[in-house]
């Protein structure tokens, strides 16, 4: 035996399961089909801006991540406005309301690669093999083993952490549903004339959605917005100066002009949620199990939520002297986090569509129902609460414990 868990996949989510895992004394290796990451020049940022809930904040901070993070460039989310295209409907929510020090965080995907190496070069129970897909795998009694180009690895168990085009998902032969939103989502770091005081603001348009998320500099957001291909890619060969005017112009120059912005970047959206998300020996996380529509930018934190989940599974079972590897170990991973997942996916999915129909008198109700929701204390300390990862924290992303 190699290691006693085998990661596939050298995302965040992929890091923060071996940093889980292997703090704790568990033998792993974690194999990355590519290079290790460089963290973004702060005048070249990664267009990929990641919303990080308070919650997500405490798993990293239980492997010592957080602290490592430049300060410079961790943006703060205090508040967030919500509001419509077509009406005057207006949701504003606020950290002070629920007597908390923010609603989340913003932080680069490739700087948050980049700050886990050193924390994981300091785990003796972890190697990481970079630069190595895997492209068979094959259980045998209590033993798994999956196979590079170079070398085969065997191990108790599989975590597959490579993304929403899993291969590993495929090669274990688990089906998934898909629906195609006919849209992608454009991403970029953008420049205003005005700051953002760590408000995160979305637009729902006609097409999709449009959200700045508020960066660490005063006047720059991370743009993440959703729309159709067509358009897409026509925003993607406009002009600088065109598109800075029509970035500006569709959320109501809220920020004032568009200054400058960062390289624009293209991905499609789709639902895709895992049939299984575990077989013997062999488990998802992260995108692999479960990809969502990014309008509240909580795909990130559903991948960190289900690493602490299934860390803290694995880890009671090990105490107990338990084979971490067997399907009825996993499945309790499954059972607590399949239900949170699917209700995010369906919710994030519902409000996708509810914004883009204008058949009247849909746009009044849904603009009424904004009002509505403002004013209603409770239901907006629910909203914000669900939002920022409150609900069944696992134990795992308690560093006190």
Not at 197 to 222: H, K, N, S, W, Y
Request: some cysteine; aromatic content about 6%; charged content about 25%.
């Amino acid at each position: 035996m190699d290691a006693e868990v085998i990661l596939v996949g050298g995302g965040p989510v992929g890091l923060v399961m071996a940093s889980l895992l292997a703090a704790k004394g568990v033998p792993c290796i974690l194999l990355d089909a590519a290079a290790p990451k460089t963290a973004p020049d702060a005048e070249d940022p990664d267009p990929r801006v990641l919303a990080i809930s308070p919650s997500a904040r405490e798993i990293l901070s239980a492997i010592d991540l957080w602290r490592r993070i430049p300060a410079d460039r961790m943006g703060l989310i205090r508040r967030m406005q919500v509001w419509d295209e077509n009406g005057a409907g207006e949701l504003v929510f606020n950290c002070e309301e629920i007597d908390e020090p923010a609603l989340g965080y913003t932080v680069e995907q490739a700087l948050l690669q980049a700050a886990i190496e050193p924390v994981l070069a300091c785990l003796p129970t972890l190697a990481i093999r970079h630069g190595e897909a895997v492209n068979s795998m094959l259980t045998s009694g209590d033993m798994i083993e999956v196979r590079t180009a170079d070398r085969a690895y065997r191990g108790r168990l599989v975590i597959a952490a490579d993304g929403a085009a899993s291969a590993m998902r495929d090669l274990a032969g688990i089906a998934v549903q898909r629906r195609d939103y006919r849209q992608v989502a454009l991403a970029c770091v953008a420049r205003f004339a005005r700051g953002h005081e760590a408000i995160a603001r979305q637009r729902f348009l006609t097409d999709g959605p449009l959200a700045l998320l508020p960066m660490a500099v005063p006047d720059q957001c991370g743009v993440v917005w959703s729309t159709s291909t067509q358009y897409a890619e026509l925003l993607c060969a406009m002009s600088p100066e065109n598109f800075r005017q029509t970035l500006a112009g569709k959320v109501e120059s809220c920020l004032g002009e568009a200054l400058d912005y960062s390289r624009r970047t293209l991905f499609p959206l789709q639902r895709i949620e895992a049939e299984e998300y575990c077989r013997e020996r062999f488990v998802l996380i992260g995108d692999a199990a479960h990809n969502i529509h990014p309008l509240a930018g909580m795909g990130a934190n559903l991948g960190l939520q289900d690493a602490a989940c299934l860390a803290e599974v694995l880890l009671a079972a090990r105490e107990k002297r338990k084979d971490i590897g067997r399907i009825h170990i996993l499945k309790r991973y499954e059972r607590r986090r399949r239900p949170e997942n699917r209700i995010m996916a369906r919710a994030m999915e519902g409000f996708k569509y509810l914004f883009e129909e204008q058949t009247p008198p849909l746009p009044f109700l849904r603009n009424l129902g904004l009002d509505a929701v403002d004013s209603i204390a409770p239901l907006k300390r629910w909203f914000m609460r669900r939002a920022m990862g409150r609900v069944d924290t696992p134990r795992a992303a308690d560093n006190k414990k």
